[in-house]
T-cell receptor, first 114, second 110 residues
Framework: NAGVMQNPRHLVRRRGQEARLRCSPM?????VYWYRQLPEEGLKFMVY????????ESGMPKERFSAEFPKEGPSILRIQQVVRGDSAAYFC????????????FGPGTRLLVL | DAKTTQPNSMESNEEEPVHLPCNHS???????IHWYRQLPSQGPEYVIH???SNVNNRMASLAIAEDRKSSTLILHRATLRDAAVYYC???????????FGKGTRLSVIA
């Protein structure tokens, strides 16, 4: 039973480019969360999605960031026109529909903006 | 979500028990107490959770005070692989985002 998968594990972008981060939840999980961890800081919630719906995006920056979780395929976190301050580890977590909501985290994508 | 308070860091000798405290004096009656840990360069990992009664699993034990204003994560025999940042998190209802504080950085000395 594969865990949460994220790819790429490491991503290098130049300022102004786009970054696409992918997250495949555990089998049977329909809830996906994205968190960001800036260097030497704790994890901060960004967005919570169910299939084809954004449930809570209160932690998402208003500009340049978007997320989706289509009916088929992985969840995508997209960052347009990246800036150096976007350099961070981005973690995805998934949880099943009907439990007391343990979240299972992926290994993260480490984004470096040059 | 209610706030939790944890020591910034703790140290333990290998193969000794470790007691990681967490204060949550403003906990509500429906808040569950969750513990996650994050090993270096990895994503967070669920450790244990409980509501009122003490809980045990293969990784750890969770002791919850009778008034629920504090809890303690107990690692019965620390190993070098237990060196991580441990987060105590309150979660009120299902499928809500986790609110991570700074956690406790546990160092294990051989």
């Amino acid at each position: 039973n594969a865990g949460v998968m994220q790819n790429p594990r490491h991503l290098v972008r130049r300022r102004g480019q786009e970054a696409r981060l992918r997250c495949s939840p555990m089998k049977g999980h329909s809830h996906v969360y994205w968190y960001r961890q800036l260097p030497e800081e704790g994890l901060k919630f960004m967005v919570y999605l169910q299939k084809e719906n954004i449930i809570d995006e209160s932690g998402m920056p208003k500009e340049r960031f978007s997320a989706e979780f289509p009916k088929e395929g992985p969840s995508i976190l997209r960052i347009q026109q990246v800036v150096r301050g976007d350099s961070a580890a981005y973690f995805c977590a998934s949880s099943p529909l009907h439990t007391q909501e343990t979240q299972y985290f992926g290994p993260g994508t480490r984004l470096l903006v040059l | 979500d209610a706030k939790t308070t944890q020591p910034n860091s703790m140290e333990s000798n290998e193969e000794e028990p470790v007691h990681l405290p967490c204060n949550h004096s403003t906990i509500s009656g429906t808040d569950y107490i969750h513990w996650y840990r994050q090993l270096p360069s990895q994503g967070p990992e669920y450790v244990i959770h409980g509501l009122t009664s003490n809980v045990n699993n293969r990784m750890a034990s969770l002791a919850i005070a009778e008034d629920r204003k504090s809890s303690t994560l107990i690692l019965h025999r620390a190993t070098l692989r237990d060196a991580a940042v441990y987060y105590c998190i309150l979660q009120n209802s299902g499928n809500t985002p986790l609110v991570f504080g700074k956690g406790t950085r546990l160092s294990v000395i051989a």
